[in-house]
Nanobody, 118 residues
Framework: VQLQASGGGLVQPGGSLRLSCAAS????????MGWYRQAPGKQREMVAT???????TYAVSVKDRFTISRDNAKNTLYLQMISLKPEDTALYYC?????????????WGQGTQVTVSS
């Protein structure tokens, strides 16, 4: 599975961005995708996840500001971000989890930079 993320950029506090992640390769009918982020000097953290059936989870820090969605026909994942804050500044990674017997295999995109600054 290959993941290509895009849509990052520089935005002022309070602004909005929409990230996209195009998945290609061997995509399973049942899978889990999500967005993670890593700020300088910090560990990578989960931002939001979504199952192939549409069930979602969000980090507390982004709930009510970020919306994760997917287009299964296009194998594309999205993250709509509003009311952005400086603390949202990070490298955002797209993740695909393949369910295998007893574990999940993780696939990662190259990351797209989001910078929130005035």
């Amino acid at each position: 599975v290959q993941l290509q993320a895009s849509g990052g950029g520089l935005v002022q506090p309070g602004g909005s961005l929409r990230l996209s992640c195009a998945a290609s390769g061997s995509i399973d009918s049942i899978n889990f995708m999500g967005w993670y982020r890593q700020a300088p000097g910090k560990q990578r953290e989960m931002v939001a996840t979504i199952t192939s059936g549409g069930s979602t989870t969000y980090a507390v820090s982004v709930k009510d500001r970020f919306t994760i969605s997917r287009d299964n026909a296009k194998n594309t994942l999205y993250l709509q971000m509003i009311s952005l804050k400086p603390e949202d500044t990070a490298l955002y990674y797209c993740n695909y989890k393949r369910r295998l017997p007893g574990y999940f295999a993780d696939y990662w995109g190259q990351g797209t930079q989001v910078t929130v600054s005035s």
